[in-house]
């Protein structure tokens, strides 16, 4: 578990991140102070890839995360929120550790760059999912097969016999359609602060990376998520409801500053637009 100085919590200005995602104070180091922090940080801090987009890789540093996601109105991908979320939890006293997935594009497995939290409370490990855009809005559970509910949105987590060792994979029931789509899955092993940088290098620089030419951003909220791609808005609801609105791309700035929370600069935005083709 990675319960030391590996995520450069003293440098995390806590009361600045706490009022940032809307509370007043530290939560305990419990299964409600784990919820109420995942909560908080999911439904306030935004999901975006426009630098992977771009071909740039973002600075993982918890100074450069801070001016960007807790002074700015910016998002990141798991490779930011991941940090962000484990220097806050190192700072209030959880046990955690990181550890590495794999997206199930179509069932299949693609290359390890998923980034994810682990925490211990209440003597039970629990996923704390704040980076993979469409997030749970509540810890999960490791138990096999137990399904849960996250904000009204359904989870469920699973043990694999994969290889030669074990590894647990998460499902979503998408509402739309009532059928459960596998998100992920991942091994318990420790991953540290370099193999997100190393992650965060590959992801925008690749020709292999899933996020190059694929714009998008994804912000959560009570009851509803959008998601914004390269020419629609996508809403879905846990009752089901599921609308999608197209858009041209010089809305883009309106509809990312109303809607998700995101200031874009214009001059990333023309960039943007290029690389995307729109």
């Given at each position: 578990m990675n319960d030391d100085a590996?995520?450069?919590a003293p440098a995390l200005d806590l009361p600045r991140y706490l009022h940032r995602i809307g509370l007043q104070a530290p939560p305990a180091p419990d299964l409600a102070g784990l919820s109420t922090l995942v909560r908080a940080h999911a439904l306030t801090l935004p999901w975006e890839n426009f630098d992977a987009v771009r071909g740039i890789p973002g600075e993982l540093t918890i100074d450069a995360l801070q001016?960007?996601?807790?002074?700015?109105?910016?998002?990141?991908?798991?490779?930011?929120?991941?940090p962000l979320l484990a220097a806050a939890l190192q700072r209030t006293g959880f046990r955690f550790g990181a550890a590495s997935g794999r997206v199930l594009v179509d069932g299949g497995p693609s290359a390890s760059t998923h980034a994810?939290?682990?925490?211990?409370?209440?003597?039970?490990?629990?996923?704390?999912?704040?980076?993979f855009g469409a997030v749970p809005l509540a810890p999960l559970r490791l138990e096999s097969g137990l399904e849960q509910d996250a904000g009204g949105w359904r989870y469920r987590l699973t043990a694999e016999a994969v290889g030669f060792g074990e590894e647990w994979r998460l499902d979503f029931l998408d509402p739309s359609s009532g059928?459960?789509?596998?998100?992920?899955?991942?091994?318990?092993?420790?991953?540290?602060?370099?193999?997100?940088?190393?992650?965060n290098f590959y992801v925008a620089t690749s020709p292999h990376s899933p996020f190059r030419g694929r714009l998008m951003a994804v912000v959560n909220r009570p009851g509803e998520r959008h998601v914004l791609t390269r020419d629609a808005v996508i809403s879905t609801r846990p009752d089901g409801f599921r609308e999608t609105v197209p858009y041209v791309a010089a809305d883009r700035r309106a509809?990312?500053?109303?809607?998700?929370?995101?200031?874009?600069?214009?001059d990333e935005a023309a960039a943007l637009a290029a690389?995307?083709?729109s």
């Open positions: 590996a995520w450069g001016r960007r996601m807790i002074e700015g109105r910016r998002g990141y991908g798991c490779t930011g929120h991941v994810l939290l682990i925490v211990e409370v209440d003597g039970a490990p629990h996923l704390a999912e704040v980076g059928q459960w789509r596998p998100q992920y899955r991942f091994a318990l092993a420790d991953r540290t602060w370099s193999d997100l940088r190393m992650t509809i990312l500053a109303e809607s998700f929370a995101i200031d874009l600069p214009e690389v995307s083709g």
